[in-house]
């Protein structure tokens, strides 16, 4: 079963690999046609969707990176290879988001101030070619990578689905521009576009601050947690728990079980098998439970210890 599992595992991988790396082409071509267009009409709002662009494609071609990184075996040195390199990433993907929406807030505001002349028809073209191309990228992510469960592959198409707004604002005011003469519709566009870049930015800061920080996995119930492994018959309780992300979508554990003190040593094994499979469901792949009988728990002396971690056949297959 072991094994099938790791097959799923690298399919899944490979998939979202390569649904990045397309997108990521796509993103990035079309970003340099906005920036270009975005200077040729003088559209703060195809500039600011550039940024937002720009911002799609380092998220992607971070999440590539981090991808190929993470493939790389742990050694001495990083003992959980390289996972965490996706996480550094995206606190730096997301620290870029705010520095471009707080530069697009203040161009916006003195637009505003003294609207410049927009060339409205090159700004409608690019802009609606723009949203079509995030539609299409959007379907690409969504029809062939992992959206639901992996931290980079969401952001990546929460960046998109935000930049898909961008488009549309330009849209709008490159259509407002050339019915109603309304010069402020660029900046104002531009403005709604810097509020949606950062928003995403703080929420990737924040997420992968979280994970640095060693904090619990938004997807895990502590108190489930809890319960799961205290309700397996032979233990009493649990005590020094840690929960923490090593990357998006890997999960650990580490505690102490009390367990009763006629349990014998085979009865151990099976007890922490319980345990290893009961996490695993509740979305915990790595383990490490210690397991200890109330009488000897205050001289801290170890019943029988196992660190089991359900990826032990990994290392066997590198």
């Known amino acids: 079963m072991g094994h099938n599992h790791h097959h799923g595992h690298d399919h899944s991988h490979g998939a979202n690999k390569k649904t990045l790396m397309i997108s990521f082409v796509i993103i990035t ?5 906005e920036v270009i267009g ?3 009409s003088n559209s703060l709002a195809l500039l600011s969707d550039a940024g937002h662009m720009l911002s799609d494609s380092i998220s992607l071609g971070i ?3 981090a991808f190929k990184l993470g493939e790389k075996v742990s050694n001495y040195s990083k003992t959980y290879g390289y996972k965490r390199f996706e996480i550094l990433a995206a606190i730096f993907n997301g620290v870029t988001l705010l520095l471009i929406a707080i530069y697009i807030f203040y161009e916006g505001f003195q637009r505003l101030m003294d609207p410049p002349e927009v060339a409205s028809k090159g700004m409608l ?5 723009g949203l079509l191309i995030n539609i299409l990228v959007a379907w690409i992510l969504l029809r062939n990578g992992d959206t639901k469960d992996n931290l980079n592959l969401r952001a990546a198409f929460l960046h998109v689905i935000s930049d898909m707004l961008g488009s549309v604002g330009a849209v709008v005011a490159a ?3 050339m019915f109603f003469n309304w010069g402020r519709a660029d900046p104002l566009a531009s403005m709604i576009v810097a509020f949606l870049v950062l928003l995403s930015g703080w929420r990737v800061t924040k997420d992968s601050v979280h994970v640095l920080m060693e904090g619990t996995p938004s997807n895990i119930e502590l108190h489930e947690i809890i319960t799961t492994i205290e309700n397996i018959e032979g233990i009493k309780s649990i005590h ?3 929960v923490w992300s090593i990357t998006s979508g890997q999960n650990a554990l580490s505690c102490h079980a009390v367990i009763d003190k006629n349990v014998s040593i085979q009865e151990c094994q099976e007890i922490l098998r319980k345990i290893e499979h009961q996490l695993e469901h509740k979305g915990i792949d790595h383990s490490v439970v210690q397991l200890e ?4 728990l205050h001289e801290d002396t170890i019943l029988c210890r ?13």
């Open 240 to 242: 020094d728990l840690h």
């Open 293 to 296: 009988s109330d009488e000897h």
């Open 29 to 33: 071509g079309y970003m340099l046609v």
């Open 306 to 318: 196992k660190k089991f971690n359900s990826n032990n056949h990994h290392q066997h297959d590198h």
């Open 175 to 177: 259509l407002l521009i």
């Open 125 to 129: 073209i690019i802009g609606f070619i």
């Open 63 to 65: 999440g590539l990176l």
């Open 38 to 40: 975005g200077f040729l």
